[in-house]
C-alpha cells in the first residue's frame, strides 16, 4: 500500500516540480542518501542490500564535491560507503573524473563557495555521462526552485518538506530522472534489508507534503506578503525607541524569506544582543531568536497569525527597559 502511495503522490508532485518521477523521504539528509544509493545499485536490488559494503560488489566507489561545498551533509553521501574526492577547480574536476567515479553533487546553499556554477558542474557531468545530484534543502522559496534545478538538468533533486514550505517538518522529497527514482526506491522502506529501511515516512507525511507542496505553488505569494506585514508590524512597534535601527533583508541563499534585524547603538542602550535573547527565551511565553553584538533578528514565517504582535510587544518591552 505504501508504495502505492508513493507511486501516485511522486508522479503528482513530479508533474508540479517538472520532474520525471519522485519520491517523498525523511527529509532532504535521507533524500541525499538514498539518491545516492540509487545512482550506486541502479535497479539491482542485489547491489543495493550490499551498500554500504562497497567493496567487490561492482559498484562505482567515488563521489565528487567542491572543497567549498563542505558543510557536513555530505555524510548523507559517505553513509552509502562512498568516497568523497574534493575539487576546487575546473582542472581538479577534470582530473578527479574516472571510472569509480559514480556522482557529481552540488551544494546549493553554498554555491558562492565554490568555483565551479551549476552550468558548468553540469556540463562536465554530462559530457562525462556522470549522474549529478543537488541538495536544495532550503532553498524555497522562491517558488520557482522546485523545477528550476529539474529544468536546468540535474538527474537528482533532494528538498526538505519543512521550513518555509510548512509541510511536515520529518518529511523531504527526491525528485528526477525516473530510472534513478525507481532505484532509489530500492534501499528505501519497506524493503527490510536496504540501508533506507529506517529512513520510513508514514501516509501522513507523504500525503501532508504534497499538499504543503500544492498550497505553496498556489499560495506562497500570498505567504510572502503576508510574512512581511507581520515583519513590519514588529518594526513599526520597536523604530521609535531611541537609536534602535531596523533593516529588513532576504538571504541570497538557502532560507531566503523575511528577515528582519534590529540593532541599537551601545551607548545608548546598554545591552547587548545575548542579553536581549536570554531575556526574551526565558520570559512566558518564550521567544527564540538571533542575536550579534548590539543586534538581535528574528523571521515571522514560523509564526501563526497574530503571533508577530506578542513578539513585538516583547521587543519593544525590553528594549525601552534600558
Known sequence: MLDELQDKVGAKIAELCHAEAATVTSGAFSAIMLGTAGVLSGLDAKKAAMIPHLEGSGMKTEVILQKGHNIG???????????????????????????????????????????????EWLEVAKRHNIPTLIDIAADVPPIENFWKFNDMGFDLVCLSGGKAIRGPQSSGVLMGKKDLIAAARLSASPRGSTIGRG??????????????????IRTGE????????????????????????TRVFVPELANSTPNLEISWDPA????????????????????????????????TFIMVPGEEKIVAARIKEELSKA
Open 199 to 216: 529512513h520510513k515516512v508514514n501516509k501522513e507525511e507523504i500525503l501532508g507534503l504534497y499538499v504543503a507542496i500544492e498550497k505553496f
Open 73 to 119: 551533509y555530505y555524510q548523507a553521501m559517505k553513509n552509502c560507503g562512498v568516497t568523497m574526492v574534493w575539487v576546487e577547480t575546473r582542472e581538479e574536476l577534470e582530473r578527479a573524473i574516472n571510472d569509480k567515479t559514480a556522482m557529481m553533487a552540488f551544494m546549493n546553499c553554498n554555491t558562492n563557495s565554490g568555483q565551479i556554477k551549476h552550468k
Open 222 to 245: 500570498d505567504e510572502w506578503n503576508f510574512w512581511m506585514k507581520q515583519i513590519a508590524h514588529i518594526e513599526n512597534a520597536v523604530k521609535n525607541i531611541k537609536s534602535v535601527k
Open 268 to 299: 545608548v542602550l546598554p545591552l547587548t544582543g545575548k542579553q536581549v535573547q536570554e531575556r526574551l527565551s526565558q520570559g512566558e511565553p518564550g521567544i527564540e531568536l538571533n542575536a550579534g553584538k548590539n543586534n538581535i533578528s528574528l523571521v
